[in-house]
């Protein structure tokens, strides 16, 4: 199940998110990118965190499983990055990606596959059969996707814009939480 979630955050508050990451100066360099270009990344950032309610009550409409929040990442792509095929780690089951500010007017979708993954993450098998059929989304600043980011395995294509333009998104992440139904 994925949806798009239509303006969740304010363009102010995607503005303070953007001005927040660029002013911070212990952000992760991520270079996993096989054309050589980075991204920089913060795990948790506060200004990314304090919409937090609202954005639970979005889940808790879709997602009635019971479900904790586990963390957010947001992250910088520059021209020429992008996000490989996979699926969430373990303990990431419900997956938002939310636009915070696009590299440009072009769109610069998040393909989730409509085929769904079983098991751990393994980049040794062929793709291909989740690449066929798939769902693509794209978001304006404030726009959400949400899916279940470990069973529905998910990607963008490479960044092409400006050489100084820039994309940032904010991940939000919520585990299941099991339940216990024996009685005792």
């Not at 693509?136 to 899916?147: F, Q, R, W, Y």
Request: charged share 25%.
């Amino acid at each position: 199940m994925t949806q798009k979630l239509f303006n969740v955050l304010t363009l102010d508050e995607c503005k303070e998110i953007e001005t927040a990451m660029l002013a911070r100066t212990d952000l992760k360099v991520e270079k996993f990118f096989k054309n050589g270009s980075i991204c920089k990344a913060y795990y948790d950032l506060p200004e990314a965190n304090q919409h937090l309610p609202k954005i639970e009550e979005r889940v808790k409409q879709i997602y009635t499983r019971p479900h904790k929040f586990a963390n957010s990442y947001t992250r910088i792509y520059y021209n020429g990055g992008n996000l490989f095929l996979h699926t969430d780690r373990k303990g990431l089951d419900i997956t938002i990606s939310c636009c915070i500010k696009k590299a440009s007017e072009d769109a610069w979708p998040l393909n989730i596959s409509t085929k769904p993954w079983s098991g751990p993450w393994n980049d040794n098998v062929d793709h291909n059969p989740w690449l066929m059929d798939y769902l693509s989304v794209d978001l304006d600043p404030g726009d959400m996707a949400i899916t279940e980011g470990r069973r529905y395995p998910h990607w963008r294509d490479t960044l092409l814009c400006e050489p100084e333009g820039y994309a940032i998104y904010a991940f939000y992440h919520w585990s299941w939480i099991e339940v216990d139904t024996e009685t005792k």
